[in-house]
Structures are given as structure tokens and as C-alpha cells.
């Protein structure tokens, strides 16, 4: 009996998902350490009040009075929407008869591959808008058709900033004076205490000199490991990874050679999934979506994916210094 080829139930919701996990864990640096909260919405667009409000400490009320304003709840709730990663691949009708003869497996395979491809462009690509957002903006190139493009843009607001007394490539400068500079971001960081404190390579650099030649004369604790450099029980930890632009190919440093950011790490930072476009996704918030579209000229299908995670970072929970090494 013939195979009875049906490129369509590879790629439903629950196939996607059990196809996925049989793929090698895929981890991105920036989406992994701060937004491992993830949330669906279900609507297409998300209020810039829900983008705003942090939950914080209120005071508490008399029996029978008023109860407190939640903070945001005030707020515009103009809608805004996240951007989408939506990626293509082709099948044609040759190549399907020709998985039509080779049978489920060899189906399998192929829409296995073209499945990772998809997920790794997708993680790759939610990495820059993740990063950015630490930065308080975003501003990414938007494909609109016909190989134009703008430019995605949103504001968070403002992270807060610290600027050192004492920099680290100072020649007098103690370890209490980098101890000071940690403590200082992190009385920044008000109301969170699992703070990572991600540092460029030139100042990661110029520190593990400093340490090397201060650890032994100094009373506080310091010591470089192979988790980064530890000070008085606080890690600093070599943040050198780069994204890329997808249309000039040029590369940004997620954390710059010259900075120190701290970040609370249970700060409330959330990815957020909006509602897929897409009526076979039953406009669903999924976290990624693919799609089988049949197409005439040429004869064959196209594979389209969609994806759309809108980060949201809380600028109350990140702090940045700038180190020059």
C-alpha cells in the first residue's frame, strides 16, 4: 500500500511541539538569563499600561475604605504591537513526490530540518530586541515587502544609571572601590535581591588584572573562577556576545566593552506572546506557529512560520555603569 503523503500533519501545533522535542536544546544568552518568564496574550496587540506596570509595595488599607490604585492601571492603554518573525521555506512538487515514494520517515527528516532552521532563526532573531530592550529602546529593521525596509521602534523609559567615583583602571584604586561600585547598582535595584552583574570585555579584563594584583593584599575576598570573578561573594561575569543586523550584517555587543550592567533577575522581565495573525492558528497566542500554503506557480508548497515575542524588560531592575578599561 502506497504512503498516503499529507505534508499538512507535520505541521500542526502538537507535531511542532513533539518535533521540537527531539531537537538539541538551543540556548540564547540575553532570553534565557533575563526573560525566562514567558506569557501568552490573548489579543494581537498588548497596552502600553501592561508594558508599565510593576507590581510594587502599597500601603495597606482601613476596613471599608477604597483599596489602593494598582500602578499602571492609570495609564494609556494605547495599543502596541510586538514584532513578528515570520520565515519561509519551499517545498516543491518534484521534491514531494519524491518523499511520497521515500516514505514517513524520509518526510519526517526533511520537515524535521526545515523545522530547526525555522526555530534557530527565530531564537537568533528574538535575541537583538531582547537585548536592546535592557538599553530601555528598541529600534530593529522591519521588512515591509519588496526588499524595503523600516525601522521597528518602542521605549521602555529610561534603566537607571550609576557613575563610579573611582574607575576600574584607576592605578590607586582598592577592591573596596569595585565592591562599592556593585553594592551602589544594586541599592539602584530597589525591592530584588538575585542580581547578575554582566560586564564587558574590557572592563571584565582590566578587573581580573586588578584582582590578580590586589586579591593577596586586600582583606576582602576576590577571586577569578571559571563562573567569572567573584568580590566579596558577588560574581561579575565576562558578557561578550554580539547579534547581528540582518540587513547590513553588522554586529552590536550586547553588553559594550566599556559597561557593567546589573540586573535582577527575578525583576518581573517578560517575554510576551501576542495572538498569531493566522486563522489556522485560530489566532491563538502560540509561541511559534508554521503553516503548510499551497502555491501554483511554481507548483509546490511554502513552509511559513510565526513568531512573536515582545520582550519587556523592567527599568527599575536594570542599572548600567560605564567602566572605561
Partial sequence: MAYEFDLKTFFTPEQIAAT??????????VADLVFKNRRQHHFAHVGINELTEIATVVPVVYRGTKPVALKGSKNSVSPVEGPTISLSDY??????????????????????????????????????????SLTGSLSFPMSVGDGMYETFTF?????????????????????????????????????????????????????????????DASS????????????AGLTIELFDEEYTHPVDQTTQYVVAPDKVLAVALDGAATNIYPTIDDLDAKCQPLPFFA???????PSGYQIVSQSRPLPVPNMKAVCWATEPA
Fill in 20 to 29: 521540537f522535542k527531539t531537537l538539541p536544546e538551543m540556548k540564547t544568552k
Fill in 155 to 215: 521605549s521602555y523609559g529610561d534603566p537607571m544609571e550609576y557613575g563610579p567615583s573611582v574607575m576600574w583602571n584607576d592605578a590607586d584604586i582598592k577592591l573596596g572601590d569595585i565592591l562599592h561600585t556593585l553594592l551602589s547598582m544594586s541599592k539602584k535595584i530597589k525591592g530584588y535581591s538575585k542580581i547578575r552583574y554582566p560586564a564587558g570585555e574590557e572592563v571584565f579584563m582590566a578587573l581580573v588584572n586588578k584582582v590578580t594584583a590586589l586579591s
Fill in 291 to 297: 503553516e503548510v500554503v499551497k502555491q501554483d506557480v
Fill in 91 to 132: 517545498i516543491g512538487a518534484d521534491e514531494v513526490n519524491n518523499l511520497k515514494m521515500l516514505g514517513k520517515a524520509a518526510a519526517q527528516n526533511r520537515t524535521k530540518a526545515i523545522l530547526e532552521r525555522m526555530r534557530k532563526s527565530t531564537l537568533l532573531t528574538q535575541e537583538a530586541p531582547a537585548a536592546q
Fill in 220 to 231: 576582602i575576598k576576590a577571586e577569578v573562577t571559571d563562573k567569572g570573578i567573584r568580590i
